[in-house]
């Protein structure tokens, strides 16, 4: 049995300590944003966000997430309240079949936390990880643009210190 | 035997309208989406060229059902496939019915419950589903109508429809729900419907938010991947080694003790597990490959010669074109040979499915492209009756034609056989997907040309090889479970696709207009590596081909390529589209080659009869390394009346980029017995690094003319344009694809 910390709520999962975080998210949480694309670190598709870093889930096992917030694309917002990057996402109509949309946003939203004004190459190299086979990178970039300016008039709409 | 709640649950969200659909029976006749029988042929008056399909069925309340309260249900026998078909469809629907759409709720590819429209591919959606919607929801509105005016003693004239409610002048007004108890809607639609003017239409040529895109950026159920049955069990196939290995031997006993492990099932060369936790699975997976032991036979062709072996394998040839004019005699002449590797889909999702058995009845979840020839197939596998199996289409990751999706429900299903009453959910490992997708076929072309002293083609000859461009069910055997079960079904034999569509030779009839013009495909029925249907089928390559070589011929005859091809082309149509992409990208005004940047343009209309598509591109060229940057790509498309210009583009973007990622960097690779591109590192695809600086498509629209399908149209277009900006940049002509920077880069350095 191990606490794993996923979008603010401590989970008790019983899945042995070599599972996948991937498999743990899907199947024990049944949460549906990562998704598994390669299992092998080479598309992006289930990545997800760690204490601030986007990893791939398909090959972090869960035991060396003890005590450690995973944030995954459930966490940041909601149809009926999305986050600014998912707001833009729909704004952009960035998605074909989206099997491979979520992980590309969660990589997108930790280097927007860490560096709320990416130039486009920024984005173009922190998303070199992730695989896209619909062709839809060209919305994908726009959209993630488009977060960064979500991003800003919402900061500046809130008063410094306010959540 | 009910739908699942899943289904329910992923239905309206997928509609976003959270409206509930009563669950149903199985029993087709309980139905009244049951597809009618075929009517007699010489009786029906309705052509799928002008009614789409319902020239299949052409019962209105097949198509569209309207209950009481006034919930309006629409039925498609096509898939949502990423391509935003599901909101095109109701956007269609809604204005015909004059329904806002969030009052319509969609039920698409289902056995069960929806028409049999085949496959949902060569981009037929639009021509076929939404014309028979359209047409059904005209009729339908019609027929309403007139009832109302019997009811309120008016003239239909005087009575106006909005929101799904009819009203006379006077405010009287009756709500559709009210009159379908007395309207008989079950009617054979008639041929000729009574359309919206194009003015009052508030859907159709807007560019409405596409309805699945919510859930799937905020992690909704909206995947096969994502459907989880009460009870369900994991499974995991292991496949041989190579397409031709037999099992010498396997002891399963050990991975049958394996934690969580419930069956080991072993149908002849077919393998697999089932767990109670995915990773569990998997593992078992892994211990199953390794006890089994296989003898494997060499039987793949010499990959360093690719091209060779594809022209020297037996062929059944085809004439397709042999058009003999007066013409002025040829002074200068051309020719060239344009090589094709074999490519893979590569969906970023491995295929996956859920199977179930109950009472007798296997019910199956599948991203197929055709769930009617998927159930025949996965029937004829078990051995029973297709009225025994129910396939319902779940979207699945993009799958660009015939991937893994069909073996792996085929899979799933006999699964669920060796398990009665138990949901399976079974899903392919990447390195699967990767060496068992049949791929797109390899291919070689030969074009020969003359040209006349004013520079004019005036005699055209060009052969095509190629294997068949569809291997799908068809029957069983063109599933991999029943290849490789005890009792095994072998493939069917290829045949080849008939035109005007075609497989391989599709767009191989040129779109331009020569006095002389001879067009042989050579058919080869022997396929040593699995292939079947990839977006665009036979028109990638022939499209490269032919638009890369009238290039060089625009080129021979010091003419300027896009003025060469307007001078060629007689359709006005595809002048616009030319026309249109030339004057976007400022053609004329573009700067001449020089340190490595260049322009190209290329034109096609895909299968000379759907989606025009012209493109113009500016590229620059790494000279150290050779790699090629796409700056600027801007199309034109031209796809009937546009009823979601936004889709519209966002197929043509995806079309630019996937098949500018096939153009330069894929290639499906094999040792003598096994492919050995079984990932993303030895099958690279385009990543951020190769993305374009900028792509621009412009929608040219036109309100009441015929929808074109446009989801392949761009893929030709876009390996042509890139092989023609590569040869103004380097003076270096590439015919061989992929056109990686490798090649190019010895090229280039000369
Ligand atoms: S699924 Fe994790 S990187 Fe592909
Ligand atoms: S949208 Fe389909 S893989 Fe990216």
Redesign the interface.
Known sequence: MMKLNVNGADHSIE??PD??LL?VL??DL????A??????G??G?CTVIVDGEAIFSCITPLMLLEGRKVT???G????AK?SPI?QA??EE??????????GM?MRAQALLDRNPKPTDDDI??T??P??????????I?KAVHRAAELMQSAGKAAPKGAI | MNSPITDVSRRSLLTGTGALIVSFSLAPSASAQAPAAVPDPTANPLTMKVHGSLSVDPYLDSWIKIDASGSVTIFSGKAELGQGISTALLQVAADELGLPMDRLTLVTADTGRTVNEGYTSGSHSMQDSGTAIRIAAAQMRDLLIASAARQLNVPVCELVVSNGTIATKDGTSVAYGALVGTTDLHVQAQPVSNFREQTALKYMNSSVPRLDIPAKVTGGAAYIQDMRLPGMLHARVVRPPSYKAVLKSLDTAAIEKMPGVVKVVRDGRFLAVVAKREFQAIKAMRALAAAAQWSETASLPDQTNLPAFVQASAAKDYKILDQHKESNPGVTRLEARFTRPYQAHGAIGPSCALAQMDKGVVTVWTHTQGVYPDRAAIAGMLRVPPAQVRCIHVPGSGCYGHNGADDAAGDAALIAVAMPGTPIRLQWMREQEHAWEPFGPAMVTEARAALDSTGKIVDWNYSVWSNTHSMRPGGPGALLAAQHMEKSIAPPPPAPLPLPEGGGDRNALPIYAFPNADVMHHFLPDMPVRVSAMRGLGAYMNVFTIESFMDELAHAAKIDPVAFRLAHLDDPRAIDCVKLAADKFGWDKRAKSANGRGTGFAFARYKNLAAYCAIAMEIEIEAETGAIRILRAVAAVDAGQAVNPDGIRNQIEGAILQSASWTLFENVSFDDTRISSIDWSTYPIMRFNSVPMQVDVHVINRPGTPFLGAGEAGQGPTAAVLANAIADATGQRLRELPLTPAKLKGAFRI
């Open positions: 899945a042995d599972t996948p498999y899907r199947d049944q949460m549906n944003a998704k598994y694309g390669c299992g092998l080479q598309c598709a995954t694309l459930e940041l917002g909601t149809i999305p998912q996402f729909m109509q960035a998605a074909q079949c989206g099997y491979c949309i979520a946003m173009r190299q998303l070199q992730h695989l896209c086979r619909c062709g839809t990178h060209m919305r970039l």
